[in-house]
T-cell receptor
Framework: DTGVSQDPRHKITKRGQNVTFRCDPISEHNRLYWYRQTLGQGPEFLTYFQNEAQLEKSRLLSNRFSAERPKGSFSTLEIQRTEQGDSAMYLC???????????FGEGSWLTVV | KNEVEQSPQNLTAQEGEFITINCSYSVGISALHWLQQHPGGGIVSLFM???GKKKHGRLIATINIQEKHSSLHITASHPRDSAVYIC???????????FGQGTRLTINP
């Protein structure tokens, strides 16, 4: 257990439904990241928060995706109108500063059927 | 061409063998990370380095900034070392990490 919690760990949803994932980072970590990983590939960057500010978003993050970190603590990643191509593991990570070790959660597996 | 390339993609070895996994990158970096991912998804950070060499137990990581290359070595490999090992780089001035595709390591008893 790295201290970064993600919920739910697994989600199966029908195409077109909305899903939301939650990440609770290590408490003193001000930087929070979302990544997406498909089978056999390394993670790909989605978005990054410093405290409550979303400072960077990947072009992978279409307008169906939205992420928030309202109080600079936990974060949510919502996918609207899910598509089969959204099936992947969504990883959250946090760190205290840019020069420090990064800690990953266990990931949230999404299967869109 | 990916910004971070790892080799080999798959590696199978016998218990006790010395293991080397390589990572080459094409961008300027502030730090390079070696990560371990077990089945089920969880990723654990093994090393973060920006120069030289680091050692932790049976694991050794080296980086050559001029050649844009890093290696992860495992001495006296053990079946519990079986996992996917991922190289990731943090670009200069960038917050995000760019990941290699991973190396799947299997150590047979």
């Amino acid at each position: 257990d790295t201290g970064v919690s993600q919920d739910p760990r697994h989600k199966i949803t029908k195409r077109g439904q909305n899903v939301t994932f939650r990440c609770d980072p290590i408490s003193e970590h001000n930087r929070l990241y979302w990544y997406r990983q498909t089978l056999g590939q390394g993670p790909e960057f989605l978005t990054y928060f410093q405290n409550e500010a979303q400072l960077e978003k990947s072009r992978l993050l279409s307008n169906r995706f939205s992420a928030e970190r309202p109080k600079g603590s936990f974060s949510t990643l919502e996918i609207q109108r899910t598509e089969q191509g959204d099936s992947a593991m969504y990883l959250c990570a946090s760190r205290k500063g840019s020069g420090n070790t990064i800690y990953f959660g266990e990931g949230s597996w999404l299967t869109v059927v | 061409k990916n910004e971070v390339e790892q080799s080999p993609q798959n590696l199978t070895a016998q218990e006790g063998e010395f293991i080397t996994i390589n990572c080459s990158y094409s961008v300027g970096i502030s730090a390079l990370h070696w990560l371990q991912q077990h089945p089920g998804g969880g990723i654990v950070s093994l090393f973060m380095l920006s120069s030289g060499k680091k050692k932790h137990g049976r694991l050794i990581a080296t980086i050559n900034i001029q050649e844009k290359h890093s290696s992860l070595h495992i001495t006296a490999s053990h079946p519990r070392d079986s996992a996917v090992y991922i190289c990731a780089v943090g670009g200069q001035g960038a917050q995000k990490l760019v990941f290699g595709q991973g190396t799947r390591l299997t150590i047979n008893p």
